[in-house]
């Protein structure tokens, strides 16, 4: 007879502990800091014809957040339980390594998209956060696991995971493409963490499915 063990899906895997406490961190470094040492204007995204532009900002934007202004909480706090909330999931089905690699270059994905839109279109703000990457989760989880029904707030029924996502993934295109005044959001960003995350599963997906499923 043989035996049988079985591990329990962590609430916390390791990828996403260590993504979340960095996060954290350099969020709250931004906010002790910023005012001596302008923080933000360090590690956030400029533009790559700014005199401010870095290359390790394409790496380094995906751990900042907004440290100043009436959102500044709700940006790190959104980006994090979102990223806990699906990336577990994720983390647990595929194992931390590829996890990892994968949230990775979605975020990269995100930064060299917002890049050549703002280059394209003249653009001159700094950005910063985890959304990209994020963005590549969600739209991994919709692929992965497609009819999840999720409860979105102010919607009084469920929605299946692809239709949640994909109408997100529609808003931001909107968003990017109408460019209203006032709106800081970087939604180029968001679009290429979804693309990248998107095109990373089709690829995987074709060369080893039992890697995902």
């Excluded at 002790?32 to 533009?47: C, V």
């Excluded at 700094?126 to 989880?141: C, D, E, K, P």
């Excluded at 709106?183 to 990373?200: C, E, K, Q, R, S």
Aim: net charge positive; aromatic share 16%.
């Amino acid at each position: 007879m043989s035996d049988f063990y079985y591990r329990p899906a962590e609430k916390f895997p390791p990828a996403i502990k260590n993504l979340i406490a960095i996060n954290v961190v350099v969020w709250l470094a931004q906010v002790l800091f910023d005012s001596r040492f302008n923080l933000t204007d360090r590690i956030g995204l400029w533009p790559v014809n700014s005199p401010f532009f870095h290359a390790w900002q394409i790496v380094t934007h995906m751990f900042a957040h907004a440290a100043s202004g009436p959102y500044m909480f709700f940006h790190i706090l959104f980006n994090m339980f979102t990223l806990w909330m699906f990336g577990r999931v994720l983390e647990n089905l595929w194992g931390s390594k590829r996890f990892l690699i994968f949230y990775l270059l979605c975020g990269l994905g995100a930064a060299v998209t917002h890049l050549a839109m703002q280059y394209f279109m003249g653009a001159h703000d700094v950005a910063v956060g985890a959304s990209g990457a994020v963005f590549g989760v969600l739209v991994a989880f919709a692929m992965t696991f497609p009819n999840t029904e999720l409860y979105i707030m102010f919607i009084p029924v469920p929605i299946k995971a692809k239709w949640a996502i994909l109408g997100l993934v529609a808003i931001d295109l909107f968003g990017g493409i109408s460019q209203v005044s006032g709106d800081n959001i970087a939604h180029f960003a968001h679009l290429g963490g979804a693309i990248t995350g998107f095109i990373l599963l089709k690829i995987w997906n074709k060369t080893n499915r039992r890697t995902l499923y």
